[in-house]
T-cell receptor
Framework: ETAVFQTPNYHVTQVGNEVSFNCKQT?????MYWYKQDSKKLLKIMFS???????VNETVPRRFSPQSSDKAHLNLRIKSVEPEDSAVYLC????????????FGEGSKLTVL | QQKVQQSPESLIVPEGGMASLNCTSS?????YFWWYRQHSGKSPKMLM?????GEKEEGRFTVHLNKASLHTSLHIRDSQPSDSALYLC?????????????FGDGTVLTVKP
């Protein structure tokens, strides 16, 4: 049962274009995340928001910018994509009091040509 | 920076056999461990968690934790082809404040019928 919804699920674009991914959770959680999973399946956190406030901002290129309108929504914008941005971007949510129990969306696979 | 190391990288077991997966953290402050399972083409789902020394069993799955050595292991008895997946170990310092989980590189388990 999916309760973390991501769009789009796939996106193919050219180097230098802009892309946005959207995420919504219906679990009533207060914390949301963006993770990047590369071709080797390595999963790394990029950003984390608690109640619209940025609480984790890992070292990612400045062309990545998260946006949160409320605790149920977290979007990710990538300005001027690069080939190394090709990956699956996973949105997740949790309760701040249980940050280890993440609920992931189905992922947004980005291919940069 | 904290590292979570998993072994083996891949594992093949016969149907009905026992699969044993290992995970160790390099950060002595880590005190929470989780195991996630990711089937091919799907998103990770939390399988089990362990925070105290000892073992915890849920059906065919048992996790062990040795806090002194920061080592956890996941054992799957009577392995089934449906258990074939990428198993990810994750660790954190506390469960409430950092909003951040560090994942290992994973173990790919294949259960042969």
């Amino acid at each position: 049962e999916t309760a973390v919804f991501q769009t789009p699920n796939y996106h193919v674009t050219q180097v230098g274009n802009e892309v946005s991914f959207n995420c919504k959770q219906t679990l009533g959680h207060d914390t949301m995340y963006w993770y990047k999973q590369d071709s080797k399946k390595l999963l790394k956190i990029m950003f984390s928001y608690n109640n619209k406030q940025l609480i984790v901002n890992e070292t990612v290129p400045r062309r990545f910018s998260p946006q949160s309108s409320d605790k149920a929504h977290l979007n990710l914008r990538i300005k001027s994509v690069e080939p190394e941005d090709s990956a699956v971007y996973l949105c997740a949510s949790s309760l701040r009091g249980n940050t280890g129990q993440l609920y992931f969306g189905e992922g947004s696979k980005l291919t940069v040509l | 920076q904290q590292k979570v190391q998993q072994s083996p990288e891949s594992l093949i077991v016969p149907e009905g056999g026992m699969a044993s997966l290992n995970c160790t953290s390099s950060d002595r402050n880590v005190d929470y461990f989780w195991w996630y399972r990711q089937h091919s083409g799907k998103s990770p789902k939390m399988l089990m968690s362990i925070f105290s020394n000892g073992e915890k069993e849920e059906g065919r799955f048992t996790v062990h934790l040795n806090k002194a050595s920061l080592h956890t292991s996941l054992h799957i008895r009577d392995s089934q082809p449906s258990d074939s997946a990428l198993y990810l170990c994750a660790a954190s310092i506390g469960n409430t404040n950092t909003g951040k989980l560090t994942f290992g590189d994973g173990t790919v388990l294949t259960v042969k019928p």
